[in-house]
């Protein structure tokens, strides 16, 4: 089957700022989202994965590579973008920040639809989407602007801002971070909901590896601009392969492993190491002394979502 | 040793280092009086380390902020925060402000809004050691030097300015700034709340080594159970401006007695766990609203009880205070004192 979505070997470079080299913020990546599918892209601070959503969705345009709809190249002319966000709609980071302040909850919802001219039964369209992101009833909620919302709710209607235009796909960069705890299990529970009631699919960005356990049947682990492992979560999460993907499970909490704090300057991608990108920090490296971590470039992985689990490293395979 | 336990100490028992009791804050807004923190009650001695959990807005930052009076004008504080014996609620500002230069000093909530920008880290470390410990510039410097190793950031950055760091990099100089008088007590507000898992574990790490190593206090908050429950022995569960839960970290999590740290703890999965795969745990609901919170100060019942699955009639009515749930323990919840027998 067709993935939904697809991006092909994408990097997005960043034009260098005053003295720096040019950032290489994705830098090679092949990644699917098939069909119903929950897929979780993970990773630190500044790896890319805002970066890469934002191309997912048109709002980047790749330096290089594909990204791919239903198996149709993406275009990147106005009209072409616009036909293609009623299917593929962004989830954003922060909600406060998303909506403005002064626009009640029906006209932020209703806002796609208008810009694409939908706009007859609007009330019904921007009804049904506050309904479907749990806002019930929706009457009572309309009415409503973002400071009389709690941080859950005002989640609630971004998410309903998206579901209005019927979109097939979602990409939701880290859409429950800024949320407590309760209410981060009421928006994931959300998410998994429309996959089962819609069929909707979605890459979901975040750092939390706790997230997809809860949601995700794939995960896709970046490091400085590449997947440097992906697989289906029970495989990654519980067989880890990476050196960095068992580092980072090895810190969480409760772990039951003693953690493997990585040391060593944050990633930088003006400067991305050569040989495998991961090799200054990397505690397998140090103690296998193997020439190649250095010395050796690794391939992009594939992606190929019927493999259990791939990862970019030398030493496993 | 848990609220409960201290009020019943025999007479002659060593006083513990902090002892708060009975702490309420208000804000005044307009005509209207907001209640923030509704009671509260514990005890902190040298070594000892409490976390403080719950929902943003449950009165976390506000609790820990006014034990050395740090928040703004509109606030109104009554109980005692006795710390070595005096109280800090009614002492001399100049007393005050020696306090927390050299005996107690907070990490704050958002490390980039807490330092200044337009001064070198150097400077800010080098402020508090200059006015108390008055000793020359130079050996300033060197002890400034030694903090900023101590926290795993070369000390050949101290003529940085803040936005040259990293977020990680800028909480570890807080942890700095907030050792640099040598206290007895630090208060922790978020200190890992907006970094990566792993920046976050080396900076708690650090926090863990520093404070075994010199026998701090420590008041940690955080709104994540399992971070907390890592790093402190005793765990506190704020909802709604009062504690609902409290006891010894590892059992709070294991054995929670009260719904709500039931419910927190469900809404962290563990990696592995089936019961968690695939099926997020939340809780519905909304936390009280300051106007809701306001008019359950006046009346009895559980505050938690719009959200509660095992919600009683008598929870509507009755009075909840925390009681003893098990040995060092204690829980405000009706279900706890059925369950006890008493
Ligand atoms: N507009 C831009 N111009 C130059 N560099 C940028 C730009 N946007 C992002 N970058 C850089 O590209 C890299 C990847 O950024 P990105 O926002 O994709 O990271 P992220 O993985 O989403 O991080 P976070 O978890 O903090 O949101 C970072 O080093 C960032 O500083
Ligand atoms: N400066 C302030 N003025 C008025 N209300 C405040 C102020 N700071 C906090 N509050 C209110 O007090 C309550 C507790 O807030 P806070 O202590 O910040 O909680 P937490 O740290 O647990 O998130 C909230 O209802 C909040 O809106
Ligand atoms: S290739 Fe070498 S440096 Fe890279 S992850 Fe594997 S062991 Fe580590
Ligand atoms: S007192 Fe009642 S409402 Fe409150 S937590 Fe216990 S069971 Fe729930
Ligand atoms: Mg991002
Ligand atoms: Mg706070």
Redesign the pocket.
């Known amino acids: 089957m067709k993935p939904v979505l697809e991006v092909r070997d994408l990097t997005v470079t960043?034009?260098a700022?005053r003295g720096a080299a040019p950032?290489r913020?994705?830098d090679g990546v092949n990644l699917r989202v098939r069909q119903g599918e929950i897929v979780a892209l993970v990773?630190?601070?500044?790896?890319?994965?805002?970066?890469?959503?934002?191309a997912l969705v048109g709002l980047v345009k790749p330096t290089g590579g594909q990204v791919l709809s239903d198996g149709e190249p993406l275009g990147y002319s106005a009209a072409a973008l616009k036909a293609y966000r009623r299917h593929t709609q962004l989830v954003l980071?922060d909600p406060g920040g998303a909506l403005n302040p002064r626009q009640n909850v029906f006209d932020a919802v209703a806002e796609g639809p208008r810009l694409h001219g939908l706009t007859d039964r609007l009330d019904e369209r921007v009804h049904t989407a506050l309904a479907k992101a749990g806002l019930r009833p929706p009457e009572q909620f309309a009415g409503r602007f973002p400071h009389e919302m709690s941080g859950g709710q005002q989640q609630r209607v971004v998410i309903a801002g998206a579901l209005a235009l019927e979109p097939s796909v979602i990409v939701a960069?880290?859409p429950v971070a800024s949320l407590d705890a309760s209410v981060r299990g009421e928006i994931l529970k959300l998410i998994l909901e429309l996959r089962d009631s819609l069929g909707l699919s979605a890459l979901v960005?975040s750092?939390d590896l706790g997230l997809a356990w809860n949601i995700a049947d794939r995960v896709a682990v970046?490091y400085l601009?590449r997947i440097v492992e992906t697989g289906t979560v029970e495989e990654v999460l519980l067989r880890p392969k990476h050196p960095y993907t068992r580092a980072l499970l090895s810190v969480l909490p409760d772990s039951g492993e003693p953690p493997v704090l990585l040391t060593g300057e944050p990633p930088?991608?003006t400067s991305v190491p050569g040989g495998c990108r991961f090799h200054p920090r990397c505690p397998l490296r140090a103690a296998e002394q193997d020439p190649r971590c250095d010395g050796e470039d690794l391939p992009v992985l594939t992606g190929d979502p019927s493999a259990s689990s791939l990862a970019a490293c030398h030493l496993v395979q | 040793m848990t609220a409960h336990e201290r009020t019943t100490a025999p007479e002659g028992q060593a006083a513990p280092m902090l002892d708060v009791r009975d702490l309420r804050v208000s804000y005044r807004s307009g005509e209207q009086t907001v209640p923030a923190v509704r009671g509260v009650s514990f005890t902190l001695d040298r070594g000892q380390t409490l976390g403080i959990a719950g929902e943003s807005g449950s009165g976390k930052s506000t609790m820990a902020l006014s034990l050395l009076r740090l928040l703004p004008a509109s606030a109104q504080v009554s109980g005692e925060v006795l710390f070595k014996g005096e109280d800090l609620l009614t002492a001399k500002w100049a007393r005050l402000r020696a306090v927390r230069w050299s005996a107690a000093s907070v990490v704050f909530q958002g490390a980039m809004s807490a330092l200044n920008p337009v001064r070198t880290i150097g400077e800010q470390i080098r402020e508090p050691i200059l006015l108390h410990d008055k000793i020359g510039q130079r050996a300033a410097r060197e002890r400034a030097a030694e903090l900023l190793d101590s926290v795993g950031v070369p000390s050949r950055r101290l003529e940085s300015y803040p936005h040259e760091f990293s977020g990680g990099q800028r909480q570890r100089i807080m942890i700095a700034m907030a050792l640099a008088c040598r206290p007895d007590l630090i208060i922790a507000d978020e200190p890992t709340t907006a970094l990566?898992v792993m920046v976050q574990a080396q900076v708690l790490n650090l926090l863990g080594e520093l404070v075994r190593e010199a026998g701090i206090g420590v008041i940690m908050i955080s709104h994540d159970l399992s971070v907390l429950s890592h790093m402190c022995e005793r765990l506190a569960v704020m909802y709604a401006g009062r504690i609902t839960e409290i006891g010894p970290s590892k059992q709070l999590i294991a054995e929670p007695r009260h719904p709500y740290t039931r419910a927190l703890g469900r809404a962290f999965p563990t990696i592995g766990d089936p019961a968690s795969r695939l099926a997020p745990a939340g809780l519905p609901g909304d936390p009280p609203t300051p106007s809701e919170l306001a008019r359950l100060s006046e009346g009895r019942g559980c505050a938690f009880a719009p959200r509660c699955s095992e919600a009683m009639d008598a929870c509507r009515t009755d009075t909840v205070e925390l009681w003893p749930s098990g040995p060092r323990r204690e829980a405000a919840c009706l279900r706890v004192l059925e369950g006890s027998g008493t």
């Not at chain 1, 790896?47 to 890469?52: I, Q, V």
């Open positions: 960043y034009p700022r950032a913020a994705v990773g630190e601070s500044g790896c890319g994965k805002s970066t890469l959503a934002r980071q960069d880290e960005v750092h970046m601009g930088d991608p | 990566d």
